[in-house]
Every structure is written in C-alpha cells, then in structure tokens.
T-cell receptor
C-alpha cells in the first residue's frame, strides 16, 4: 500500500463548477498537509499548507483535513480555465525533509 | 533571485554519458531537495541537504547518482553513465529550514537519454 493515494483523473469540469480533489493516506502520524499546483512544464507551486486537522481557506481554495478518516481534500470554488493544471497533495510526519507526494490529479476547466 | 533556478531546462544525452544538473535555491534557504518526476509516477525523493551536508541520501537510485552542495547555496546533481530509465524531469526545491517550512520548487530539468 502506498503512503499516499490520489486519483490521477483526468477530471474535466465546466467553468464556474466547484471542484473537489482528494487524497487518502495510511500513516496516522502525518500532521503536515500541503497542496501543490503544477502547470505543464513547470515546477509545483505551493497552494495550501495546513497543520493537523481542520479547514483552511484562501480565496477560492479551501483545504480540509480529516485525520480520523486519513483523508484530505482541496475544494476550488468558481473554477476558472486558469485552474487547469495537475494538483499534487503532499504530507509529512516531521516536516519538509520527509514529504510524501500523491501522484497528482490532472484537472481541466472548460470555458 | 526570486525563485529556485535550475539549469539546463532541457538536456538530451546519449546513453552512457555523464550529465550535471544545477540548482540555485532561493537566497537564505538552508534546505535543498532533489526530486525526480516521471510520467504517472509522482515525485520521487532523491536527496536532501541541510546546509552543505546531506543527512538523507536514501532516495538516490544507484551509485551512478551523486549530489553536492557548496557554500550552502548551489547544488549539482550528477548522473554518471546515463541509462534510458534515467529519463525524467529532475526537480529541485528549497525551504527556509528542513522542518516546518514548505518546499518551493524550480521548473526542473527535463532529461532525455537516447
């Protein structure tokens, strides 16, 4: 079993839709959770960074962590064509020096 | 610079040749990481530096891979006697420290071994 599981998609939605991206994990000791966005031929860029359980909101993006279910989500409201990218979840027990990444979900937002 | 800089952005090499990939981290970031990204495989951790030392080399795939960091800044990843399975995007990232600070990635070097 992989440490982190992420549905690779692809996921295609119309502009304005609410997008839900998810990852599950097996290590109950994970406490740092991140979402990265990666455009084609670019490096991943950090979108959201949360510690432990709960929600975090930043503009159209909301990150949720449910440690009891070992499940994290990223919601994108009012999705835009510019949101079309691959979204990677990442998590760690101890910090940045021991990150486990999901394989990424490819999202396309259709105008 | 404003972000992590990697060079070259693309590299095509013949099987058996050596290659050097360079990473220039964000100024002031003490931790530096190398990852490999293959299609459908996600990010594979290779090596991590704190300052000039590498506490964790566990991800290097074989002894053909080596990395160094000098002056607490620029890092070089060297692949000797390249093989076709080495073809991938090699990503470098840096962070303020190795604990709670998130990683900031460069745009990678796309390596193709023919």
């Amino acid at each position: 079993q992989k440490e982190v599981e992420q549905d690779p998609g692809p996921l295609s939605v119309p502009e304005g839709a609410i997008v839900s991206l998810n990852c599950t994990y097996s290590n109950s000791a994970f406490q740092y959770f991140m979402w990265y966005r990666q455009y084609s031929r670019k490096g991943p860029e950090l979108l959201m960074y949360t510690y432990s359980s709960g929600n975090k909101e930043d503009g159209r993006f909301t990150a949720q962590v449910d440690k009891s279910s070992k499940y994290i989500s990223l919601f994108i409201r009012d999705s835009q064509p510019s949101d079309s990218a691959t979204y990677l979840c990442a998590m760690s027990e101890t910090g940045a020096n021991n990150l486990f990444f999901g394989t990424g979900t490819r999202l396309t937002v259709i105008p | 610079g404003a972000g992590v800089s990697q060079s070259p952005s693309n590299k095509v090499t013949e099987k058996g040749k050596d290659v050097e990939l360079r990473c220039d981290p964000i100024s002031g970031h003490t931790a530096l990481y190398w990852y490999r990204q293959s299609l459908g495989q996600g990010l594979e951790f290779l090596i991590y530096f704190q300052g000039n030392s590498a506490p964790d080399k566990s991800g290097l795939p074989s002894d053909r891979f080596s990395a160094e960091r000098t002056g607490g800044s620029v890092s070089t990843l060297t692949i000797q006697r390249t093989q076709q399975e080495d073809s991938a995007v090699y990503l470098c990232a840096s962070s303020l420290d190795s604990s709670y600070s998130p990683l900031h990635f460069g745009n990678g070097t796309r390596l193709t071994v023919t």
